[in-house]
T-cell receptor, first 116, second 114 residues
Framework: EPEVTQTPSHQVTQMGQEVILRCVPI?????FYWYRQILGQKVEFLVS????????KSEIFDDQFSVERPDGSNFTLKIRSTKLEDSAMYFC??????????????FGPGTRLTVL | AQSVTQLGSHVSVSEGALVLLRCNYS??????LFWYVQYPNQGLQLLLK??????LVKGINGFEAEFKKSETSFHLTKPSAHMSDAAEYFC????????????FGTGTKLQVIP
């Protein structure tokens, strides 16, 4: 069964450094998302992406964040200058494709980002 | 705006007992409703979903949920708990269409006591 994959599974970085989190969505999906989950808290929406542009973003998704689909398969989240409070699990998701899949977002296993 | 409220951050049941995890939603338009499960140190797995049609939906691992519009609820049940059901369960809502953002509840950790 097709699945969303994410790399790396765990990223440790120093405060102020740039990080790029990578995702490979399900191949025929058209909509892509990033969510995050701070330890012990609920999963929060960051951004959605369709047709090579951001379709919606939350107030969390400030100028430090950017997303890109650099080729036909990858979807990336960049944090330009990490802060301690960026430490969280980041989930990529995708949806779309056939009618049966348009109503559901499928999530990857997550990347745990630790900012020191 | 849409929101989800999950009653009970922790629920304990005995193995073999009924599992009932409560979820109430708020949505200004007909919602799409989901339950996701997260096992320790793993990602989010879709358990089941309601989009349109039959209000009782069945998912994986013997779970089911019933959409009750009059009560704005989407409670998750399983007749007989198994040790492997121990996990965190998230109720979630989106506007119609998988291309809309999903709003998650705060989660309920299910403990199964042998």
């Amino acid at each position: 069964e097709p699945e969303v994959t994410q790399t790396p599974s765990h990223q440790v970085t120093q405060m102020g450094q740039e990080v790029i989190l990578r995702c490979v969505p399900i191949s025929n999906h058209l909509y892509f998302y990033w969510y995050r989950q701070i330890l012990g808290q609920k999963v929060e929406f960051l951004v959605s992406f369709y047709n090579n542009e951001i379709s919606e973003k939350s107030e969390i998704f400030d100028d430090q964040f950017s997303v890109e689909r650099p080729d036909g398969s990858n979807f990336t989240l960049k944090i330009r200058s990490t802060k301690l409070e960026d430490s969280a699990m980041y989930f990529c998701a995708s949806s779309g494709g056939g009618l049966a899949q348009q109503d559901t977002q499928y999530f990857g296993p997550g990347t745990r980002l630790t900012v020191l | 705006a849409q929101s989800v409220t999950q009653l009970g951050s922790h629920v304990s049941v005995s193995e073999g007992a009924l599992v009932l995890l409560r979820c109430n939603y708020s949505s200004s338009v007909p919602p799409y409703l989901f339950w996701y499960v997260q096992y320790p140190n793993q990602g989010l797995q879709l358990l089941l979903k309601y989009t349109t049609g039959a209000t009782l939906v069945k998912g994986i691992n013997g779970f089911e949920a019933e959409f009750k519009k009059s009560e704005t609820s989407f409670h998750l049940t399983k007749p007989s708990a198994h040790m492997s059901d121990a996990a965190e369960y998230f109720c979630a809502v989106s506007y119609s269409g998988g291309y809309q953002k999903v709003t998650f509840g705060t989660g309920t950790k299910l403990q199964v006591i042998p």
